[in-house]
Nanobody, 123 residues
Framework: QEQLVESGGGLVQSGGSLTLSCVTSGSNMAYYDIGWFRQAPGKEREGIAIISSNERNTFYADSVKGRFTIVRDNARSTVSLQMNSLKPEDTAVYYC????????????????WGQGTQVTVSS
């Protein structure tokens, strides 16, 4: 059974940093793209950082490019999201997700979702 469990959310001041972690389990996870998505109140869930199964290819949404970094460690079954220079508009529930087509299709490529972790950036 494939599972993803996020941790590391919290409250941080504008300009601060936070690192989210996603621990994965299941025999197929090593073959899936894994990514971070977020959903703010009243908005659609958006893909912000995705990494391929072989760790060679990444995608970043324009809104986080240059500030966020996704790192995958298949040996430890973890994917982290380092978030720097946080802004109030980064406030959202952050989800870890996996699937064979996430890098190409974003939300439509997801097979498994984590439960989400709240990130709140105060101004």
């Amino acid at each position: 059974q494939e599972q993803l469990v996020e941790s590391g959310g919290g409250l941080v001041q504008s300009g601060g940093s936070l690192t989210l972690s996603c621990v994965t389990s299941g025999s197929n996870m090593a073959y899936y793209d894994i990514g971070w998505f977020r959903q703010a109140p009243g908005k659609e869930r958006e893909g912000i950082a995705i990494i391929s199964s072989n760790e060679r290819n990444t995608f970043y949404a324009d809104s986080v490019k240059g500030r966020f970094t996704i790192v995958r460690d298949n040996a430890r079954s973890t994917v982290s999201l380092q978030m720097n220079s946080l802004k109030p508009e980064d406030t959202a529930v952050y989800y870890c997700a996996a699937g064979p087509g996430v890098l190409t299709w974003l939300n439509r490529g997801v097979l498994y979702w984590g439960q989400g972790t709240q990130v709140t950036v105060s101004s």
